[in-house]
């Protein structure tokens, strides 16, 4: 199965037996790799690979992990404050070591690539309209911490059924402005395609856990610009209508 990011993923067995190999997407940092996974192996909100060191397939980088449950989606029983609470255990987590810039700027830019092979205006103007802030990992005089850098619900896994939930997905692992894990929950939210109750549990449960990414008050002012490039990047790849929508607000 291929992944929208180019990474391509193998499950051997059945059942929660089963092993995960996970072909990355070409280009692939080895080094920083093999970082992301060390993180991941030593982290209490991430699921940890079954080797820390990726395996070279041809010109291409191989991790192996777990089989892990996904979340299905029921909009009745997402778990928005469990994916609250576990962003804030992994923004509070101090990994050992360097580890590499979180990589939401360079999803961005790979979406910018997307806009040229499949133009659209109204995304194009969007994306022109961002702030200098997107372009960068981190923000001047905020917090830095372990960043996920592709959250959505998806990136939820557990071992069983009643388990708690971990974050999977180490590709966009890294350092960075803690705001960019809430950015798309909180685009997705001014688009109209994420409910007023369920944003509202997904922000008290992150602050409640004590999460560093948002001061007290209201949220909007950190987020927004966060917020409209999560909107830009993921209606470059998918021309949803309230997204379009979004986007032609931002640009007007």
């Not at 070409?26 to 790799?33: E, M, V």
């Not at 990726?54 to 979340?71: A, I, K, L, M, Q």
């Not at 987590?93 to 590499?100: K, L, M, T, V």
Request: glycine letters at 8%.
């Amino acid at each position: 199965m291929q992944t929208p990011s180019g990474a391509e993923i193998h499950v051997d067995g059945c059942g929660l037996d089963a092993v995960v190999y996970k072909l990355h997407r070409p280009g692939t940092d080895p080094r920083q790799l093999a970082t992301r996974l060390r993180v991941a192996a030593a982290s209490q909100a991430l699921v940890s690979p079954l080797s820390a060191q990726p395996e070279r397939v041809g010109d291409r980088w191989r991790s192996v992990w777990p089989f892990v449950e996904t979340v299905v989606p029921q909009p009745e029983s997402l778990p928005w404050a469990e994916a609250g609470g576990l962003l804030a255990r992994l923004h509070r987590e101090e990994p050992a070591g360097r580890i590499p810039p979180q990589g939401w700027p360079q999803r961005l830019r790979r979406a910018m690539d997307a806009l040229r092979e499949r133009p659209n205006a109204t995304v194009r103007r969007a994306a022109a309209a961002l702030p200098d802030a997107v372009w960068r990992a981190s923000s001047p005089g905020r917090p830095a911490t372990a960043v996920h850098g592709d959250f959505h619900l998806g990136q939820l896994g557990r071992s069983a059924a009643g388990a708690p939930w971990l974050l999977i997905d180490v590709d966009d692992l890294g350092v960075g402005d803690p705001a960019w894990d809430l950015a798309r929950p909180a685009g997705f939210w001014a688009a109209g395609l994420i409910p007023d109750d369920d944003w509202a549990t997904f922000v008290d449960a992150y602050r409640d856990a004590d999460g560093p990414a948002l001061p007290a008050g209201d949220p909007w002012p950190v987020l927004e610009p966060f917020a409209r490039a999560a909107v830009v990047q993921a209606a470059a790849h998918h021309r949803d209508e309230l997204l379009l929508a979004a986007c032609a607000r931002m640009a007007s």
